[in-house]
């Protein structure tokens, strides 16, 4: 099977740098993916990682270490509108297709 | 259009009804999944359509019936649910299931409560 292990709540300022860290184990691993959900609303992708490295998209970077089963999600120049749970998801490449299984979920808060 | 819609967005049954949810999408994706997801957890995957075939079933109870009349259209069958089936279900779309497919759009929800 697979595990996840993320924090459950961070909390910071307008401005500031989180970092979200997500460990994993799992067979198959394929690739990780980051998801952002806010209240009430639907998961949104932010980002992937199928290789090592770090993967930027505007104010969201993402990190990979295959060989540490490791990941993070960086959150840049935080704002309101960033107060929401950050799911990292490993994707497992199965002959069946893809499947996605998400972590517990980190809540972000952000205080002005 | 990157939109994928579900209806109804709430419903409340009793444990003898059938109901059904809807998911649609005009994307041209070919993979097409349910999640269920409980209040402050994460969604897990139920089930996933790939070229309207079931592909994968979590082991998910009978009382839940994947539906795939075409390649836009889902259901979810419900059909004598428990109250712990109260929850959210997600319903998502991807290109297809192979590996350059990383991305999946989902969509608003059913907000399900079982009585």
């Known amino acids: 099977g697979q595990s996840l292990e993320q924090p459950s709540e961070v909390t910071a300022v307008e401005g500031a740098i989180v970092q979200i860290n997500c460990t994993y184990q799992?067979?198959?691993?394929?690739?990780l993916s980051w998801y952002q959900q806010h209240d009430g609303g639907a998961p949104t992708f932010l980002s992937y990682?199928?290789?090592?490295g770090l993967e930027e998209t505007g104010r969201f970077s993402s990190f990979l270490s295959r060989s540490d089963s490791y990941g993070y999600l960086l959150l840049q120049e935080l704002q309101m509108k960033d107060s929401a749970s950050y799911f990292c998801?490993?994707?497992?490449?199965?002959?069946?297709?893809?499947?996605?299984?998400f972590g517990g979920g980190t809540r972000v808060l952000v205080k002005p | 259009d990157t939109e994928v819609t579900q209806t109804p967005k709430h419903l409340v049954m009793g444990m003898t009804n059938k109901k059904s949810l809807k998911c649609e999408q005009h994307m041209g994706h070919r993979a097409m999944y349910w999640y269920k997801q409980k209040a402050k957890k994460p969604p897990e995957l139920m089930f996933v359509y790939s070229y309207e075939k079931l592909s994968i079933n979590e082991s998910v109870p009978s009382r839940f019936s994947p539906e795939c009349p075409n390649s836009s259209l889902l259901n979810l069958h419900l059909h004598a649910l428990q109250p712990e089936d109260s929850a959210l279900y997600l319903c998502?779309?991807?290109?297809?299931?192979?590996?350059?497919?990383?991305?999946?759009?989902f969509g608003p929800g059913t907000r399900l409560t079982v009585t």
């Open positions: 799992t067979s198959g691993f394929y690739g």
């Open positions: 990682n199928a290789l090592d």
């Open positions: 998801a490993v994707r497992t490449l199965k002959a069946a297709g893809n499947k996605l299984t």
């Open positions: 998502a779309s991807s290109q297809d299931t192979s590996g350059s497919s990383y991305e999946q759009y």
